[in-house]
């Protein structure tokens, strides 16, 4: 009985690991990490969210990820609305939650410019993942799209 004790234990390890590469555990988290991408371009790390297979994993719905990787020579970074950044302080909170969708709203400046973008988010068996992101012209769904490889 301990042996397979021991055994599920460890099988349900080896699935904790093999999923914890996709999603978040909070829509919050979530966001927060987007932006931790965005320095001050003195590491890989702060150099803006990648464009390749393991980033797209870990922030993307399935439905994003390869348009996401595709992206190759977009004007401008959807996620902070420029080609350049100096990111102030992000502030993070919940628009809404409906049906299987939450709504996450994100206020920072830019260069000093105000920015406001609402993530659409949905959550499944990977964590929070990037259904969508809207700006008030745009969203990110029609940005891919638009400048896909």
């Known amino acids: 009985m301990a042996k397979l004790f021991t055994a599920i234990l460890v099988l ?5 690991v093999s999923t914890a590469g996709a999603g978040f555990g909070s ?12 320095g001050d371009r003195s590491s890989k790390l702060s ?13 993307f719905d399935p439905s994003l990820r390869a348009a996401w990787i ?18 102030g302080a992000v502030s993070i909170s919940i628009l809404r939650k409906q049906f299987d969708k939450t ?3 994100a ?6 410019r105000a920015v406001t973008l609402n993530f659409v988010l949905v959550n499944g068996p ?5 259904s969508d992101v809207e700006s008030p012209h745009d ?3 029609m940005f891919l799209a638009q400048y896909r490889n």
């Open 12 to 16: 349900l390890a080896g699935l904790a």
């Open 27 to 38: 829509p919050e988290s979530l966001v927060r990490n987007v932006y931790a991408y965005y």
């Open 47 to 59: 150099n803006g969210l990648q464009h390749d297979p393991a980033t797209a994993r870990q922030f």
């Open 70 to 87: 595709s992206l190759r020579h977009e004007p401008y970074d959807f996620m902070v609305q420029s080609a350049r950044w100096k990111i």
């Open 103 to 105: 709504y996450v709203v």
């Open 107 to 112: 206020a920072f400046t830019n260069n000093g």
């Open 126 to 130: 990977e964590g929070w993942l990037i």
């Open 139 to 141: 969203s990110l769904t």
